[in-house]
């Protein structure tokens, strides 16, 4: 389709994401019109991400038309902002994140937090046995935006720390670009507090810095930015986030969000 790579030109959050649909790895598109659009919505697991004209009434209809909960991001536009409290104002609940890269991360400081693992604990590739554990317990991860382990093992790819063959950390790919991936961290609720989310976080860090893809962390949760910051990532830019919340749901109703949980 003809300018829809220039609508979103310049938008800078969640960019992994934004680029791994654009290129057609995963998630839906939808726009106002084939042929040059004017107005556009990404679609990927949690995130709807919306670029163009907000004044054509197609971008209200794509924000009215957002399926319900999920995570919506508008340009950084008055007029956007504007639109999207008109039409859902009242079943949205701000949820800003943190966005940070590992351009700056040091990797022998990384190998060095890969190998200090608790006893009895061991660290593994995600193939598809282990992927077809990554399930609502160890959320958010890359099965959240993939419906087929053997396919999540082959395209995508992630790092995990077992115990006795069970799945209970995962650092994976939510999203993945040609040069970057969107990184996912999440810790079985028994198991948090044992630097096992350092271990598998530094590993696949490491490995995707090693192949050419620069890594792009986003989290909203307090748990997950002291993890970023101390593995090395840097912080960059906030990222606005509206949680749209289905229709009769509580204020305190929670999504399916992409906030690591460490």
């Known amino acids: 389709?003809?300018?829809?790579?220039?609508?979103?030109?310049?938008?800078?959050?969640?960019?992994?994401?934004v680029d791994?649909?654009?290129?057609?790895?995963?998630?839906?598109?939808?726009v106002d019109q084939r042929e040059r659009p004017r107005v556009a919505r990404l679609r990927m697991g949690c995130y709807a991400i919306?670029?163009?004209?907000?004044?054509l009434p197609a971008a209200a209809t794509m924000l009215r038309d957002s399926e319900a909960p999920i995570e919506l991001i508008v340009p950084r536009d008055p007029?956007?902002?504007?639109?999207?409290?008109?039409?859902?104002?009242e079943r949205l609940q701000p949820r800003p994140m943190q966005a940070y890269s590992a351009a700056d991360c040091d990797r022998q400081t990384l190998a060095r937090m890969a190998t200090d693992l608790p006893e009895g604990f061991a660290?593994?590739?995600?193939?598809?046995?282990?992927?077809?554990?990554?399930?609502?317990?160890?959320?958010?991860?890359?099965?959240?935006?993939?419906?087929?382990?053997?396919?999540?093992?082959?395209?995508s790819g992630g790092i995990g720390v077992v115990d006795d063959g069970v799945l209970v950390c995962a650092a994976t790919n939510y999203a993945f670009a040609d040069d970057a991936i969107e990184l996912a961290?999440?810790?079985?609720?028994?198991?948090?507090?044992?630097?096992?989310a350092s271990c598998a976080a530094a590993a696949w860090t490491l490995h995707c810095l090693q192949q050419q893809r620069m890594p792009h962390w986003n989290a909203s949760n307090p748990v997950s930015q002291r993890l970023a910051l101390r593995l090395g990532y840097r912080p960059t830019e906030m990222v606005e986030v509206q949680f749209l919340r289905a229709q009769g749901a509580?204020?305190?109703a929670q999504g399916p969000g992409s906030g690591n949980r460490a």
């Open 1 to 17: 389709m003809h300018n829809l790579q220039t609508l979103f030109d310049r938008e800078t959050r969640l960019r992994a994401v």
């Open 250 to 252: 509580g204020p305190r």
């Open 20 to 30: 791994c649909v654009l290129a057609g790895h995963l998630g839906e598109i939808r």
């Open 79 to 89: 007029a956007w902002t504007a639109l999207l409290q008109r039409t859902l104002g």
């Open 123 to 155: 660290l593994r590739a995600i193939d598809a046995e282990l992927a077809a554990q990554l399930g609502p317990a160890l959320r958010p991860n890359g099965m959240d935006v993939m419906s087929d382990p053997a396919d999540f093992a082959r395209r």
């Open 50 to 55: 919306f670029a163009g004209d907000p004044a």
């Open 185 to 196: 961290i999440a810790t079985a609720a028994d198991f948090r507090g044992r630097g096992l």
